[in-house]
């Protein structure tokens, strides 16, 4: 660290027009910076959308047989970019899609949806993401009500890999481990 202000002090003295050279490069990288934490994935749509989703999410899981996962979040949430990263890996994707008619369902800050997620059972004071899982006729089969994905970013693959496979629905003829049945 003595060094990097050894060095800041040496350009800041030597001339003007260094100085101003620092100065533009660090708003630069400040900027630069700024932006790409500014810059996440949108992966919930406005808050106003969750009812309509999930009952069109609802429809699709009736024609197809599926499971409906509902994914409490928010944008801003590194969590939920984590989760939403795992639903998506090679290993999960698959499962998901075969088994799932994923929502998102937006939060906002902890102030939006709230009735929605309360009617699932899920109690965001203990943070989100959160995911509550329903049939294809819509009743809940199970809510995350202690946190458990709250921490994803410092979870596995794996985690997700496993709660998908826990909660896919058992489609005749098919055994409970296969994947893609």
């Known amino acids: 660290m003595a060094r990097f202000?050894?060095?800041?002090?040496?350009?800041?003295?030597?001339?003007?027009?260094?100085?101003?050279?620092?100065?533009?490069?660090?708003?630069?990288l400040v900027l630069g910076a700024g932006g790409a934490l500014a810059a996440e994935r949108a992966i919930y749509p406005d808050p106003?959308?969750?009812?309509a989703d999930i009952a069109a999410a609802l429809k699709t899981?009736?024609?197809?047989?599926?499971?409906?996962?509902?994914?409490?979040?928010?944008?801003?949430?590194?969590?939920?970019?984590?989760?939403?990263?795992?639903?998506h890996?090679?290993?999960n994707r698959p499962i998901l899609e075969a088994n799932f008619v994923l929502v998102h369902v937006n939060i906002g800050h902890m102030?939006?949806?709230?009735?929605?997620?309360?009617?699932?059972?899920?109690?965001?004071?203990?943070?989100?993401?959160?995911?509550a899982v329903l049939d294809e006729k819509?009743?809940?089969?199970?809510?995350?009500?202690?946190?458990e994905f709250e921490d994803m970013r410092n979870m596995e693959s794996a985690a997700v890999t496993k709660f998908l496979m826990r909660w896919k629905p058992v489609k005749p003829g098919c055994s409970a481990v296969m994947v893609n049945c």
């Not at 050894?6 to 630069?28: M, N, Q, Y």
């Not at 939006?112 to 993401?129: D, F, M, R």
């Open 138 to 147: 819509g009743v809940l089969l199970y809510s995350q009500k202690g946190g």
């Open 111 to 131: 102030d939006a949806n709230v009735e929605i997620a309360e009617k699932y059972g899920i109690p965001l004071h203990k943070g989100v993401p959160a995911l």
């Open 61 to 87: 899981a009736a024609a197809s047989h599926k499971r409906v996962l509902l994914d409490f979040g928010g944008d801003w949430c590194g969590d939920c970019q984590a989760l939403d990263l795992y639903f």
């Open 5 to 28: 202000y050894g060095r800041l002090r040496a350009v800041v003295e030597d001339s003007p027009l260094k100085t101003i050279k620092f100065f533009v490069l660090a708003a630069v």
């Open 48 to 51: 106003s959308h969750a009812t």
């Open 89 to 91: 890996d090679t290993t």
